[in-house]
């Protein structure tokens, strides 16, 4: 029996709660342990649902952060294939580094959430405020990585300011993958759901400073956990 199969067969269904950083966890143990051989294609999603006992959403989103970590890469109409053992020491979100991300935000957002706090109209604070209640509610790991996108991207059309809205825009796919793994990798969710709030309130209050400094604790909060993965990976590789 192949190795592939060999660990395929090996069934390990898994506890519903945090489902997809379980699946993400056991592959990525999997490849960094070398169980599971580079240049390798990993099983189907469906395959890997089945021994999972878990659905093709939560499969695809784990391998999203496989991919995200550089260990894997998944080619249209092919399947996902195993680069490395090593995870990247440069985290990738399509055309946007984590560096990329780490330096440009703070530029962008916090300012940004200091205008939304002066120009924000009564429907826009509503809705930050209705985006907070649907993330604490929300179980589902995707659907809220789509919610926490949806805010950052409203803070910055509440600005005013169609640059901050328009760079916030592009960089939305990114952001989002940077908050699947962070929630895979660091369990974020919760404290983001508290930072968020804390922004949504400051902006709602029209209180410029609060809201920049809210921002500033969010993203710097962000970035010491980002650094801090790819501290541990390099970490592994010396």
């Known amino acids: 029996m192949s190795e592939?199969?060999?660990?395929?067969?090996?069934?390990?269904?898994?506890?519903?709660?945090?489902?997809?950083?379980?699946?993400?966890?056991?592959?990525?143990?999997?490849?960094?342990?070398?169980?599971?051989?580079?240049?390798?294609?990993?099983?189907?999603?469906?395959?890997?649902?089945?021994?999972?006992?878990?659905?093709?959403?939560?499969?695809?989103?784990?391998?999203?952060?496989?991919?995200?970590?550089?260990?894997?890469?998944?080619?249209?109409?092919?399947?996902t294939f195993i680069l490395t053992s090593t995870p990247s020491t440069e985290l990738s979100y399509g055309s946007y580094s984590a560096r990329d991300l780490i330096e440009a935000r703070p530029f962008i957002e916090v300012p940004a959430a200091g205008w939304a706090a002066l120009r924000r109209s009564d429907e826009q604070a509503t809705a930050l405020l209705h985006l907070c209640d649907a993330m604490d509610r929300q179980t589902d790991p995707h659907k809220w990585v789509l919610l926490d996108s949806e805010f950052h991207t409203l803070i910055a059309e509440s600005s005013g300011n169609a640059v901050f809205a328009k760079i916030v825009t592009d960089a939305r796919g990114a952001i989002s993958q940077q908050s699947e793994l962070l929630n895979m990798m660091a369990h974020r969710?919760?404290?983001?759901?508290?930072?968020?709030?804390?922004i949504a309130e400051?902006?709602?209050?029209?209180?410029?400073?609060?809201?920049?400094?809210?921002?500033?604790?969010?993203?710097?909060?962000?970035?010491?956990?980002?650094?801090?993965?790819?501290?541990?990976?390099?970490?592994?590789?010396?």
Do not use: C
Request: charged share 25%; hydrophobic share 35%.
């Open 4 to 79: 592939l199969a060999d660990w395929l067969s090996d069934a390990s269904p898994i506890s519903r709660k945090n489902a997809a950083e379980s699946v993400f966890e056991d592959i990525r143990s999997a490849i960094t342990s070398g169980r599971l051989s580079v240049g390798a294609r990993l099983p189907s999603e469906s395959s890997l649902a089945v021994r999972y006992g878990v659905s093709r959403p939560i499969v695809r989103e784990a391998l999203r952060s496989l991919q995200t970590l550089g260990l894997t890469q998944t080619r249209t109409g092919s399947g």
């Open 202 to 238: 400051t902006i709602q209050a029209g209180n410029e400073q609060d809201a920049i400094k809210a921002m500033e604790a969010h993203l710097g909060q962000v970035k010491q956990v980002v650094t801090s993965i790819m501290a541990a990976d390099r970490s592994r590789q010396s």
């Open 189 to 198: 969710r919760e404290a983001s759901n508290i930072e968020h709030r804390r």
